[in-house]
């Protein structure tokens, strides 16, 4: 009697951790999301073009240019925050030094 009680805790205990393992999977809560998006896109079409993202997974190819894409995506921010960095300063710079050629330029005094 003893021994069947401990096989069905036993039993529930490796259902409970399989229902855990599938709601942490992250295929399954892709899939999920997926499906909310598609039942989302039944009343706002626009939302269709999200569900092409699908073609990243099933293209071997998309899949990897995304991956290369992820690992490179901090070197790529920093070297667009620097480009906008030295942009702003030219434009100080300009803006500081060519403000005489200018014709009206009653608005855009920089104080010194």
Same mark, same amino acid.
């Given at each position: 009697?003893?021994?069947?009680?401990?096989?069905?805790?036993?039993?529930?205990?490796?259902?409970?951790? @399989? %229902?855990?393992?599938?709601?942490?999977?992250?295929? &399954?809560?892709?899939?999920? +999301? /997926?499906?909310?998006?598609?039942?989302? *896109?039944?009343?706002?079409?626009?939302?269709?073009?999200?569900?092409?993202?699908?073609?990243?997974?099933?293209?071997?190819?998309?899949?990897?240019?995304?991956?290369?894409?992820?690992? @490179? %995506?901090?070197?790529?921010?920093?070297?667009?925050? &620097?480009?906008?960095?030295? +942009? /702003?300063?030219?434009?100080?710079?300009? *803006?500081?030094?060519?403000?005489?050629?200018?014709?009206?330029?009653?608005?855009?005094?920089?104080?010194?």
């Amino acid at each position: 009697m003893q021994e069947t009680l401990q096989i069905k805790h036993l039993s529930s205990k490796l259902t409970n951790t @399989k %229902l855990i393992a599938y709601l942490f999977d992250l295929e &399954f809560l892709y899939y999920i +999301i /997926y499906m909310a998006f598609t039942l989302a *896109a039944l009343n706002e079409k626009i939302l269709y073009a999200l569900l092409l993202v699908d073609m990243i997974k099933l293209s071997n190819d998309l899949t990897y240019l995304f991956g290369v894409l992820k690992s @490179k %995506l901090l070197k790529l921010f920093k070297t667009g925050l &620097f480009c906008a960095l030295v +942009i /702003y300063i030219y434009s100080l710079i300009g *803006a500081k030094s060519l403000t005489a050629s200018y014709t009206n330029v009653k608005s855009f005094r920089i104080s010194s």
